[in-house]
């Protein structure tokens, strides 16, 4: 079992930026991949980073948003820079171990999730 728990979101103007920690209770979790994802109302998640071999991003947040983990302390960040009031939704951190190819970018390859941090930006 991995608990993850998110932090780091908020309210920010258009414009701003942001940095979202996701924190892993495993130790071993180096060999897993973690991916970030994100629900605005009304609308299904979506993928927006993951990282595992490589770095992986939707092209919304190609650019302007950067992922990367340190394995020493089990967590993983989202660096987001010129946030746009559409980047406003629920952020979800989310984990698998990485035990074979995949693309790392769809909801049902990820076993593990977090509980979702708010990212707001106003116009």
């Known amino acids: 079992q991995v608990q993850l728990v998110e932090s780091g979101g908020g309210l920010v103007q258009a414009g701003g930026s942001l940095r979202l920690s996701c924190a892993a209770s495993?130790?071993?979790?180096?060999?897993?991949?973690v991916a970030w994802f994100r629900q605005a109302p009304g609308k299904e998640r979506e993928f927006v980073a993951a990282?595992?071999?490589?770095?992986t991003y939707a092209d919304s947040v190609k650019g302007r948003f950067t992922i990367s983990r340190d394995n020493a302390k089990n967590m993983v960040y989202l660096q987001m820079v010129s946030l746009k009031p559409e980047d406003t939704a629920v952020y979800c951190c989310?984990?698998?171990?990485?035990?074979?190819?995949?693309?790392?970018?769809?909801?049902?390859?990820?076993?593990?999730w977090g509980q979702g941090n708010q990212v707001t930006v106003s116009s």
């Open positions: 989310a984990a698998v171990p990485t035990t074979g190819w995949a693309s790392f970018t769809r909801v049902y390859e990820y076993e593990y």
């Open positions: 495993r130790r071993t979790f180096s060999n897993y991949a």
């Open positions: 990282i595992s071999w490589s770095t």
